[in-house]
């Protein structure tokens, strides 16, 4: 096997642009990875072979003629399946987008070809990114490299699976409540979201609108902060997008790796401190806080009451706004069509279309989306779930008037066995405990590995204020010069 899976997407990038390897080379070398280990770990759902070969043979062309290179060129990635590939499979992880391949690339995807990245595939997701395992896809679950009878985080299960095992060495994910943090806290990786709207939404197939956030995913905070500067910044395409440039993550991220955090002051979320978790959990995180106390950073408790609410408010605001997006599949306009025998009504195709496409996970999330945005119920609870938000927002604006970030574990619990919460969907909702908030509130949040509980790995979770994206890869950066980066049992 080849040494070249074990680089860094940053060394990588290097000997592209040296001309010690070629794009092609690197390429080939992941693509084997991919034969010799998916059929056991299952981090794709498409492998795009020769898409990959031709823009990696375009790198090393590029290179030959003396032209520039980005600081990504010639770096496989792998990304989730909820962004729009132009002509390539895209499924969401659900049978409702089987055989769709869009006539348009996502804002993300267009910035990852200019960049020369090379895009290896479309890796496995919980159905439209709805879990917190991957074992709510369609296509089957993806298995954690670490114990391949553990899951591997969700929604992004297959982008953070696929790092994990070496078959990519940056992966795109997107974040509504948890999605790229949690799979990185529980494979031993890093993922950042980024501020809602320092990254385009164009082309990310819609869940929850004031939610979503594309992000990066790699296996290390300068990997993770790299990708980020390519795909982040302003998208007139996408309303929501924010007119303003990427905070400097990159210099921010290579700042914390001199490991120096004096005069950084950092919040330890009192409610995510104590119980709720696992003792392994809560054991690793101290320790990453004595760490971070080494490194210069003081500690100060800072108390987010409101942050208690977060879960409840989530699980109304998200299925509403799921509800409305989904909407849009409705055996017409994309994908799969059930029942159109020539003797059925429109409404009867679109039933069984629905019927059949979409997962016992998605139907419940439409159906209680449904419910809490219809009339007479509508302040009850899509009200009052707003304004916990707004509380919630209130709790974080409070706390950064006092710290520079915030910290408390990724995930209350590391890799769970597959099947141990598919039959309540309260204990899967838990997973996303502690990322929730920054959801909520819009701003940036990274896991960062911190340390092993019973062998298998834990993620500390920085958070920042909006558009201060650059602080929380200061901060991960420095945890990282000290712990290292984790690996995985060989495969
Ligand atoms: N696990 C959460 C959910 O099921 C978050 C998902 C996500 O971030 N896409 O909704």
Request: charged share 20%.
């Amino acid at each position: 096997m080849s040494e070249l899976i074990r680089k860094t997407a940053t060394e990588i990038a290097g000997l592209v642009a040296s001309g010690e390897t070629s794009a092609v080379e690197v390429t080939r070398a992941h693509l084997d990875r991919i034969t010799e280990v998916d059929d056991r770990v299952r981090a794709f759902l498409h492998v795009d072979t020769e898409g990959a070969l031709a823009a990696a043979r375009a790198v090393d062309e590029r290179r030959a003629a003396g032209e520039p290179l980005g600081p990504l060129a010639g770096v496989p990635v792998a990304v989730k399946d909820v962004l729009t590939t132009r002509g390539v499979p895209t499924t969401v992880g659900s049978k409702i987008l089987e055989g769709w391949r869009p006539p348009y690339d996502a804002t993300i995807v267009s910035r990852l070809r200019e960049a020369g990245t090379v895009m290896l595939g479309k890796t496995n997701m919980d159905e439209f990114a709805m879990g917190s395992s991957t074992e709510y896809s369609a296509y089957g679950a993806t298995h954690n490299p670490w114990d391949l009878g553990r899951i591997p985080g969700g929604s992004g299960g297959g982008s953070a699976a696929a790092l994990a095992a070496y078959e990519a060495p940056l992966a795109i994910g997107s974040d509504t409540g948890g999605s790229i943090r949690q799979p990185g806290a529980v494979t031993g990786t890093v993922g950042a979201k980024p501020t809602y709207g320092g990254t385009s939404r164009y082309g990310l197939v819609a869940f929850s609108s004031s939610l979503d956030t594309p992000g990066p995913c790699a296996r290390t905070v300068l990997d993770a902060a790299l990708l980020h500067q390519v795909i982040g910044g302003h998208d007139p395409r996408d309303s929501t997008s924010i007119p303003a440039p990427v905070p400097d993550v990159v210099a921010a991220a290579k700042l914390g790796a001199t490991g120096d955090l004096t005069g950084v002051r950092l919040g330890v979320v009192k409610e995510f401190s104590g119980e709720g978790a696992e003792p392994g959990v809560l054991a690793a995180f101290r320790e990453a806080v004595e760490t971070l106390t080494k490194l210069g950073a003081e500690i100060v408790e800072v108390s987010c009451p409101n942050f208690s609410y977060a879960l409840p408010a989530y699980y109304l605001i998200a299925p509403s706004e799921c509800s409305s997006n989904l909407a849009r599949f409705d055996g017409v306009r994309f994908g799969l069509r059930e029942g159109d025998d020539g003797n059925r009504s429109l409404e009867e195709v679109m039933s069984l279309t629905r019927d059949v496409g979409f997962g016992p996970e998605v139907k419940r999330r439409i159906m209680l989306g449904t419910y809490a945005l219809s009339s007479g119920y509508y302040d009850a609870y899509y009200g009052q779930a707003q304004k916990v938000r707004t509380l919630i927002t209130r709790d974080f604006t409070a706390a950064f008037e006092r710290v520079d970030a915030l910290i408390s574990p990724t995930t209350p619990f590391v890799a769970f066995e597959m099947g141990a919460r598919t039959s309540d969907p309260y204990q899967m909702y838990l997973a996303d405990l502690f990322t929730i908030p920054t959801n909520l509130y819009g701003g940036p949040g990274i896991s960062v590995p911190c340390g092993l509980a019973d062998g298998l790995p834990v993620g500390l979770q920085v958070m920042a204020p909006t558009m201060a994206d650059d602080r929380m890869y200061r901060v991960a950066a420095a945890l990282e010069s000290a712990v290292g980066t984790l690996t995985p049992p060989a495969l």
